[in-house]
Nanobody
């Protein structure tokens, strides 16, 4: 059973930064995808960034390119999302999600098999 635990959310002002962490445990695959997916109140889930563990591929939504960076610490089984220059429209609950395999899909949150509990991000103007 794969488990994901997020942390690092909080409340910040426009232009500030946050780093989210997702600790992954229980994966039996050497290649898998960890994605950060957010959901704002009354909106659909929105894929933000993803990282293929094993292949090292990264994926970003257009709305966050140049501001967000996804990375991995192999030794800690942790995937990070560094979020810079935050905007009010980034306000949402941020979830990390897992699927086995070499490819990630930001436009289809339904392909992910395991999800964390979420960490909230609030950006005020």
């Amino acid at each position: 059973q794969v488990q994901l635990v997020e942390s690092g959310g909080g409340s910040v002002q426009t232009g500030e930064s946050l780093r989210l962490s997702c600790v992954v445990s229980g994966s039996t695959y050497s290649n898998y995808c960890v994605a950060w997916i957010r959901q704002a109140p009354e909106k659909e889930r929105d894929g933000v960034a993803a990282f293929t563990v094993g292949a090292g591929r990264t994926y970003y939504a257009d709305s966050v390119k140049g501001r967000f960076t996804i990375s991995q610490d192999n030794t800690k089984n942790t995937v990070y999302l560094q979020m810079n220059n935050l905007k009010p429209e980034d306000t949402a609950m941020y979830y990390c999600a897992y699927r086995s395999g070499r490819y990630c899909y930001l436009d289809n949150p339904g392909v992910y098999d395991y999800w964390g509990q979420g960490t909230p991000v609030t950006v005020s103007s």
